[in-house]
Each structure stands twice: as structure tokens, then as C-alpha cells.
């Protein structure tokens, strides 16, 4: 239906007013989009959306930022779902949209086989991703998977943080993962304990498999954070205290995996 559109970080608002900004924090590099007709439906069309960002992490921030919670997972990329009128997922360093003007079958028939060409065109990079890997499967709930580039939880140090909740044994568990060198791990996890202490009651928690840990309760909900080996991350805002700690010594133990 027309050339192929390109659009920079200056250019971006003339295609997504209003959106662009929050690209452009996830260093945002290039558009490229495109709409293809469906043969044989006047009127019917599917546009193509390849956002490229700076780096896989940048990429699956955008990701998760604009993800719809009700979206149906797809099974050929690690990132990605299906909504009402589209697919929308993560590839490397591209966020992708494919949307479909209407849910007529041919319409509907065309937007999926572009997602799944464009899946297996764009190589798969997951570098800077083994904070999102090390998220446990068990209990996830996966549209609450979310990235915090800088200051997650209000803490300078945390930078690169995913986050997310769980349904654990009738509980609802937030829980976080930050990988950094062993050293800023270490030295993010004495900060937080000292912040925590300054806004309640803190205390240390025996080691788990190498982990250091400690327990922290603060205007009524808790935390549970652990450090070892270059990996920051626990439970946090939790309102069952002993759930908390119950899912963060199983994970540790590689029991919730």
C-alpha cells in the first residue's frame, strides 16, 4: 500500500504522537513500518510496526511497558503476545506490532503469518536479558512482567531491575531480580538494608544456599532481600510475611525455578 515509512527519534511523533517520548527514553533508534493490503478485501489491511532500540533490554522495556495485560502468549518468541487486532512482541533489539485493520479471517490469516515471517527474520539476541531470565516460571503471572531502567523501588542503585508478581500458595508475591558484578551486589544489598532500617524494623535472616538475606517490614507490608553471586533481587510490598520468605528461601534452593 506505499514505500516503506522510516521515521528517527526526531521524526517519531509524526507517526505515534504522544507515545514518542517514552521510546525515546528507551533509546529509541529507528522506525521502519509499512501496511500491506489484503488481496481480494477492499479495505482491509495489516501495518507493520518495527521499532528498533539500541539494545535487547531497551527493547524489551518498550515491550513491557505498552503490553496489554488480556494478550494471548505466542509460542515462537521469548516476548511476545496476541491482543483483539494484533501481535506484539520482542526480537532482539526490535519491539514489533503487527496489527490488522479488522478481525476478518483473511485480515486476521495475513497479520499472523507477517508476525511469525517477521520472527524468524529478525535474529534472536537476548544480551542484557539474564535478569529477566533468572524471573522464576512457577506462579508468574506473566502480563505483570515489568523493566525499571534506573531507581526501581526508589533505590539509585537498582538499575536494570525486572520485576513481577506471583499467585504463591494463596499469596500474592512481588519479586525482583537485578544481575551486576558480585561486588555491586553485595554493596546494593547493605544499602538497601540500611535504607529499609531508616523506615522500620529490620533484621538478618539465616543464609541460603550463599545467599545473604534479610527481612524487613515498613507501613504495614514486607520484604525479603537477598544477594549472592552477582544477583540482587527478593520480595517486596508483600502483605504475607512468611509467604514472602517462603518463596524467596525456594527459590534460592531451586525449588521454584
Known amino acids: 500500500m506505499g514505500q516503506t515509512e522510516f521515521y528517527s527519534a526526531d521524526t ?4 505515534i504522537d504522544g507515545r514518542a517520548p517514552a521510546y525515546v527514553g528507551f533509546n529509541f533508534q529507528q522506525l521502519r513500518s509499512r501496511s500491506f493490503s489484503v488481496i481480494g478485501l477492499e479495505g482491509s489491511f495489516v501495518d507493520v510496526f518495527e521499532f528498533r532500540m539500541d539494545t535487547p533490554i531497551n527493547a524489551f ?3 513491557a511497558l505498552e503490553r496489554d495485560p488480556k494478550g494471548r502468549l505466542l509460542t515462537y518468541v521469548s516476548d511476545g503476545y496476541a491482543g483483539e487486532l494484533g501481535y506484539y512482541f520482542r526480537q532482539g533489539s526490535y519491539y514489533i506490532q503487527i496489527l490488522a485493520s479488522d478481525q476478518k479471517p483473511r485480515t486476521t490469516e495475513l497479520a499472523a503469518a507477517v508476525a ?3 520472527a524468524k527474520s529478525i535474529p534472536v539476541d537476548d544480551a542484557g ?3 529477566r531470565r533468572r524471573l522464576p516460571n512457577l506462579g508468574l503471572i506473566p502480563e505483570s512482567v ?10 539509585a542503585f537498582m538499575k536494570n531491575v525486572f520485576q513481577a508478581s506471583y499467585n504463591f500458595d494463596g499469596a500474592n508475591v512481588p519479586f525482583f531480580v537485578m544481575v551486576a558484578t558480585p561486588e555491586a551486589a553485595a554493596e546494593g544489598w547493605k544499602s538497601y538494608r540500611a535504607f529499609s532500617s531508616r523506615f522500620g524494623k529490620t533484621s538478618d535472616v539465616p543464609g541460603i544456599s550463599g545467599a545473604q538475606i534479610f527481612e524487613a517490614e515498613s507501613f504495614g ?4 532481600i537477598y544477594q549472592r553471586q552477582g544477583e540482587l533481587g ?6 504475607d510475611r512468611a509467604k514472602a520468605r517462603q518463596f524467596v528461601e525456594k527459590y534460592l534452593q531451586g525449588e521454584i525455578q
Open 12 to 15: 517519531l511523533f509524526e507517526k
Open 146 to 155: 515489568t523493566f525499571i531502567q534506573d531507581n526501581a523501588q526508589g533505590q
Open 221 to 224: 507490608t514486607w520484604k525479603v
Open 61 to 63: 522495556g518498550i515491550f
Open 234 to 239: 527478593g520480595a517486596y510490598d508483600a502483605e
Open 129 to 131: 536479558l539474564d535478569g
Open 116 to 118: 511469525e515471517n517477521r
